[in-house]
């Protein structure tokens, strides 16, 4: 089982009770961004392309635990930037352990195996690191515009997994991908021992360098993951919600639930969603009662959200539904019982797709032909820890 029974029953009262008090919009998960700065440029990426000055900010532990308590979610995920470049992250991490809250400390690791050789975590069943890895590792370091960085990061994740920490793992998927190459990776991340994985297609952030990688198209996305997670290896655990993983297969249909995973950060809180940024409000009650929820989801006709199915978004409709109905929990246990999704159409769409040529070089559009020499691919430049 990819999540621990304790959390599952923490998650399952905190919703319970939120549907005998009425509360339609509630939170399931903060998505605290303690800073914006990293130690990679990834092209995907929205939140390092801020100037200088606003790189350099970050929240206090204070105002971290603040909006935790003030939010109430079970659950907190600790995106960035990168979390483990902040001078207080353990402060943090410990207070949210203090709340009995459940964390997911978002990392590309690289500095991972570091931190814990200096002793700066002890495990906990609260917390569980989160290791973006975006495929294999050809497919990785191209996506995160540096080489090496796979191997880094394989070599935290075996550290912390060794020294009994809650690892999983956390896939952005992007037009272009193998879904043969991402089968096989999902492969050799459970033979690292990593608690489960998540998967999610990309989000097009307008500030986002490559905007072309993007998968933009609903069917063409759920195509891809009907590819990517029919016909599934009885090995293979997911950290997500199997109705949410349906949704992404095109077997089921919601509508976006942005308050289900509110963001806070140096600027406050962010309306509506942790994708969109439509101003910012200084306190959780404020953001609940100002935003006009009915301008967001693909119902609203709102552009920026008719080819979104990111998880932040989707995921929270898919445990609502869990408990907001017996239709909605006899789906999730049918799910988590027959896990396999045989699907044979899809399985001859995947073989198909073992005739493409795919591979960062695709992705970008150029044309691949043998050559007496083929040329070294280029280092890209290392991004200084900390530098703007």
Not at 11 to 25: P, T
Not at 70 to 75: D, F, K, L, N, S
Not at 258 to 267: K, L
Not at 367 to 372: F, G, S, T
Request: hydrophobic share 40%.
């Amino acid at each position: 089982m990819a999540v621990p029974l304790s959390q599952m029953w923490t998650v399952a009262s905190y919703v319970l009770s939120q549907k005998l008090k009425g509360n339609k919009r509630y939170p399931l998960v903060l998505m605290l961004e303690p800073l914006f700065r990293c130690n990679l440029a990834c092209a995907g990426c929205g939140k390092i392309q801020y100037p200088a000055h606003i790189l350099k900010r970050q929240l206090t532990p204070d105002e971290c635990f603040k909006a935790v308590d003030e939010c109430g979610a079970p659950m907190v995920s600790i995106p960035g930037g990168e979390p483990l470049l902040h001078p207080q992250i353990v402060e943090i991490v410990d207070g949210l352990i203090a709340r009995r809250k459940y964390i997911y400390l978002c990392t590309n690791a690289l500095l991972l195996k570091e931190k814990l050789d200096a002793g700066w975590f002890k495990p906990s069943k609260y917390l569980t690191f989160s290791v973006h890895m975006d495929g294999q590792e050809e497919h990785h370091d191209f996506a995160v515009c540096r080489e090496g960085t796979f191997q880094v990061a394989r070599e935290g994740i075996r550290k912390a997994v060794e020294m009994g920490f809650r690892v999983t793992t956390n896939t952005t998927l992007f037009d272009g991908a193998d879904p043969n190459s991402v089968r096989a990776f999902f492969d050799e991340m459970m033979d690292l021992g990593v608690e489960g994985m998540m998967v999610s297609p990309g989000y097009a952030y307008p500030k986002a360098p490559d905007q072309k990688s993007f998968l933009r198209e609903r069917e063409k996305t759920t195509d891809f993951f009907r590819m990517l997670l029919s016909n599934r290896k009885r090995s293979w655990k997911f950290n997500q919600s199997p109705l949410f993983l349906e949704f992404l297969m095109g077997t089921r249909e919601y509508e976006c639930t942005p308050w289900g995973n509110p963001t806070y950060n140096i600027f406050g809180w962010q309306k509506p969603c942790y994708l969109l940024q439509d101003g910012y409000v200084d306190t959780f009650k404020e953001l609940i009662e100002t935003t006009e929820w009915d301008r967001y989801g693909r119902a609203s006709g709102n552009k920026a959200c008719q080819q979104c199915m990111v998880h932040c978004g989707y995921e929270p409709s898919a445990v609502d539904h869990t408990f907001a109905s017996f239709g909605g929990l006899f789906g999730t246990v049918r799910a988590m019982l027959a896990s396999s999704y045989v699907n044979p159409d899809a399985a001859a769409a995947l073989a198909e797709e073992a005739r493409k040529p795919h591979g960062p070089m695709v992705q970008l559009g150029i044309d691949l032909k043998p050559a007496a020499h083929p040329p070294k691919p280029a280092r890209q430049p290392q991004t200084a820890v900390g530098a703007a």
